[in-house]
């Protein structure tokens, strides 16, 4: 029997709810390392740290999408990046990966369905834009846009994305997709 033993990180950048995914089909899990990602797979006893660009800043957001092996990751400052990385199954080795440029300065929250060809970026203002992204095209296509009242902490998408929600401090909005 194997004892639980505790892995140095890397870094020290702050882990929260909107940097800390967990792909729940593989068991693998991603948190932000300053500009690494970490994702640790506890099937294979085996932590992969990925430099995303060799321009990267920190990650502001990150989520998995719960159909494939893909994770949308959310880069800090002004006219952030959006990055969506393909990974083989064990999570072990980049296949893909895809980049977005955006106006926004980082994320709040992100929530992702690859499957769906949907993404939705929250941005880091005190009042940010939520924006829905079309994923089926080469060059990803802005679906919709929405201002909010304030910087929410959570966006998830419902099973077929047709709803989001949206939650945050005094902030719980539904959003058709």
Not at 63 to 68: I, L, V, Y
Not at 130 to 147: Q, T
């Amino acid at each position: 029997m194997s004892h639980p033993s505790l892995d140095r990180i890397i870094g020290s950048s702050p882990i929260s709810h909107r940097t800390f995914d967990i792909h729940y089909a593989s068991g693998a899990f991603a948190f932000p390392s300053y500009s690494l990602l970490s994702i640790i797979n506890p099937h294979l006893h085996q932590r992969l740290d990925i430099t995303i660009s060799q321009h990267f800043r920190e990650i502001s957001a990150l989520s998995f999408s719960p159909d494939e092996n893909q994770i949308a990751i959310g880069e800090s400052g002004a006219n952030a990046f959006l990055y969506l990385l393909t990974f083989n199954n064990s999570f072990t080795k980049i296949i893909s990966k895809r980049i977005i440029p955006t106006k926004e300065n980082g994320f709040s929250c992100l929530a992702f369905n690859s499957k769906m060809n949907r993404l939705i970026s929250i941005g880091a203002d005190e009042q940010p834009f939520l924006i829905l992204w079309d994923l089926s095209h080469d060059h990803p296509i802005k679906l919709g846009y929405y201002r909010l009242t304030s910087r929410p902490n959570e966006v998830i998408f419902n099973s077929n994305c047709s709803l989001a929600v949206v939650a945050g401090k005094a902030l719980l909005k539904l959003v058709q997709t």
